[in-house]
């Protein structure tokens, strides 16, 4: 942890001066127009630095795009699933144009290759940092496009209902999907050898809610590599 925003600065301006030297010696040339920077606050605004590096002014980004997901200076992910509910509907739009070419056993396939990719995609990220009204939003959009495809009311049942009418399509909640690959994510990382120092570190805490169970552990990496 810093105590002020010149240390975290001057900290940065020696990684960049680490970049640059990099550049140099392997000559190659910084691409500006991709060069920007985020300042990250969970608790309220920060005023954004100004970061001047080889004389040119680094600009400050609210968010980003990276491999196709929306990053943002909160890390809630609102604006991420935003983009995914509007490309979702686009898509739904275009394809709804010809159900009436389709069997329906064809509109199952459908849905599954080009509706549920958008909602599955690094889901493992979002699901436990999103804010309960954005994973509202996902959800709705997710039945939407079911009563569409496959004209099926998921509104209508709860959640072991949903399981029960979805069932003969192997087809999942949207609830249920999530669930089972931020399940299959955390095996995949406890299983591994290197992780038995990091769950060594987990400590049980005393509190009423499940979702602060555990504190995260506080690990110190040497980030300063050449």
């Keep these: 942890e810093y105590d002020t925003h010149q240390t975290l600065l001057s900290i940065l301006e020696r990684d960049l001066a680490l970049i640059s030297e990099w550049y140099a010696h392997n000559r190659l040339v910084m691409n500006w127009a991709k060069t920007n ?10 005023e954004d630095p100004l970061i001047i590096f080889e004389n040119k002014i680094i600009k400050i980004e609210s968010s980003f795009k990276l491999l196709g997901v929306m990053i943002d200076n909160r890390l809630n992910f609102s604006e991420h699933i935003l983009n ?3 490309k979702v509907n686009r898509k739904s739009y275009i394809l709804a144009k010809s159900f009436y070419l389709f069997t329906r056993e064809f509109k199952i396939t459908l849905f599954k290759l080009f509706m549920i990719p958008h909602f ?22 997710f039945n939407k496009n079911v009563k ?4 099926i ?9 949903q ?4 069932k003969d399509m192997r087809l999942q909640p949207l609830l249920i999907r999530l669930f089972i690959h931020y399940s299959t994510f955390l095996f995949s990382v406890f299983k591994n050898k290197r992780a038995v120092d990091l769950i060594a570190k987990l400590k049980l ?3 009423a809610s499940l979702r602060f169970k555990y504190i995260q552990p506080t690990i110190s990496l040497d980030i300063f590599k050449y």
């Design 163 to 166: 399981i029960e009418t979805l």
């Design 37 to 46: 920077a985020m300042v990250i606050s969970f608790t309220s605004e920060v």
């Design 84 to 86: 995914i509910c509007s």
């Design 153 to 161: 009311n998921l509104n209508r049942n709860d959640l072991l209902g």
């Design 205 to 207: 805490v005393d509190h």
């Design 148 to 151: 569409l495809f496959l004209n």
């Design 120 to 141: 599955e995609y690094c889901s493992t990220l979002f699901l436990y940092s999103c804010k309960a009204e954005d994973r509202i939003k996902l959800e709705k959009c």
